[in-house]
């Protein structure tokens, strides 16, 4: 079992900056990806930003340029640099990890952020 906890989110102006923060616990070695997903009310779940165990990382192209995943996978930490905030990033953020032998993933408490004038 893994176990995530989010901090970091907030309130923001527009064109202001947070960085979340997603630590694991549990069995952190059997951790293959870890990344971001974002909810918006009435709307999906969607991916922002995920980092693999080899450090390949891949981001939705709205917030390429503007946000900044990192982290160790292999010490269960990932972070999210999100600058230039805009009101449309604003959602609940939920830190996910895909582990071995496992096939649904394990999900944070998640984290809001909202971008507001």
């Known amino acids: 079992q893994v176990q995530l906890v989010e901090s970091g989110g907030g309130l923001v102006q527009p064109g202001g900056s947070l960085r979340l923060s997603c630590a694991a616990s549990g069995s952190i070695s059997s951790i293959l990806s870890m990344g971001w997903y974002r909810q918006a009310p009435g709307k999906q779940r969607d991916l922002v930003a995920a980092l693999t165990r080899s450090g390949t990382t891949n981001y939705r192209d709205a917030v390429k340029g503007r946000f900044t995943i990192s982290g160790d996978n292999a010490k269960g930490l990932v972070y999210l640099q999100m600058n230039n905030l805009n009101l449309e990033d604003t959602a609940v953020y939920y830190c996910?990890?895909?582990?071995?032998?496992?096939?649904?993933?394990?999900w944070g408490q998640g984290t809001q952020v909202t971008v507001s004038s």
């Open positions: 996910r990890a895909d582990a071995a032998w496992r096939i649904s993933p394990y």
